[in-house]
């Protein structure tokens, strides 16, 4: 097993997870050091490196965040080439990496890199194998319109996902299957919100979508996950609508997605709502909504505007 470890991407969820997993492994605190390497020295950096372990076992030293000046890395390099038996090493970048950079390309001669992505849209089949397996960690067991349900309403979010099914799991207590019923149940209101919300709109039911917006601005919802919430769905329709263009069945498009049949099917239903024209533009407006609220316009003003247009079959 490799001494030294680089952990990067923009799935905070399952880096955390593998870095939970490696503490467990690890003789209390006195073997374990975090380190904010942005703002540690080098000096600070390789003393906590050659520091031994501590009452026998191992010692983890986890370095969060990259140091910027690679003219002083050189002595960082050296040591990590040399460590200790016992002692293990873990850098942490919760985002992007310049795979150019001295630092990675040593990290991938010496040990091991390991890149954590958010699962894109058209990889439900990903997302839904992965809920069944976190239900299994909770004790539980997940129906197949339970997990679809869960993922449409939380999205792809596995930190959101964990979490829903870390509450569902405790409230029903002994009961051993989650279904579809246990999700409408026990999902947050605002989630569920969301997810109606999304769901008027991409139906065309004015009336529910505004009242869904008054219900989610009532439990202090984020304008900017509604906003995303909307665009996701778009996103998809269009791509759906595409595919279909190209005369592609249900299960080719399922297929090309990587989505369950009876998800694409819901889509291919609510294309029928909008023209082509109308999914890019509605995207665009949700796109220039977002900016505004960032630049300081009322969320509530914009979002109740925006809702009609989004509407509008084009």
Not at 20 to 39: F, H, P, Q, T, Y
Not at 144 to 156: D, F, K, N, R, T
Not at 234 to 259: C, H, P, T
């Amino acid at each position: 097993m490799p001494q030294v470890k680089l952990f990067y991407g923009n799935e905070d969820f399952l880096i955390d997870e593998e870095l939970k997993k490696m503490r467990s492994s690890v003789n209390g605190d006195l073997n374990l050091e975090r380190i904010n390497g942005a703002k540690a020295s080098i000096d600070q950096m390789v003393s906590a490196i050659n520091t031994l372990p501590m009452l026998g076992g191992e010692r983890l030293v986890i370095i969060e965040g990259l140091h910027q000046d690679e003219k002083e890395e050189g002595e960082l390099f050296s040591v990590l080439r040399s460590l200790a038996q016992g002692t293990q090493v873990v850098f942490v970048n919760y985002g992007s990496l310049d795979k150019r950079r001295k630092f990675y390309k040593l990290i991938e001669e010496i040990g091991e890199t390991r890149e954590f992505k958010r699962l894109s849209e058209w990889e439900q089949d990903k997302a839904l194998a992965w809920a069944y397996g976190r239900a299994k960690h909770y004790g539980k067991k997940l129906s197949g319109q339970a997990a679809s349900l869960l993922i449409e309403i939380v999205g792809l979010n596995l930190r959101m996902l964990d979490k829903e099914l870390e509450k569902i799991s405790t409230f029903i207590g002994d009961k051993e299957m989650i279904d579809d019923g246990d999700v409408s149940l026990l999902a947050s209101s605002g989630e569920l919100d969301s997810f109606a919300l999304s769901t008027a709109v991409q139906e065309r039911k004015v009336s529910s979508a505004i009242s869904s917006l008054e219900r989610l601005f009532s439990d202090n919802a984020d304008p900017h996950m509604m906003i995303g919430m909307l665009a996701k769905g778009f996103r998809m329709l269009l791509q759906v609508k595409s595919l279909e263009r190209a005369n592609m069945s249900q299960y080719e498009i399922a297929g090309q997605l990587k989505a369950k049949p009876f998800f694409v099917k819901k889509c291919m239903e609510r294309t029928r709502n909008f023209s082509g024209g109308a999914l890019a533009r509605n995207i665009r407006l949700l796109h220039e909504a977002d900016l505004r609220m960032k630049s300081g316009y009322s969320p509530r003003l914009t979002l109740e505007m925006l809702i009609p247009e989004l509407c509008d079959a084009g």
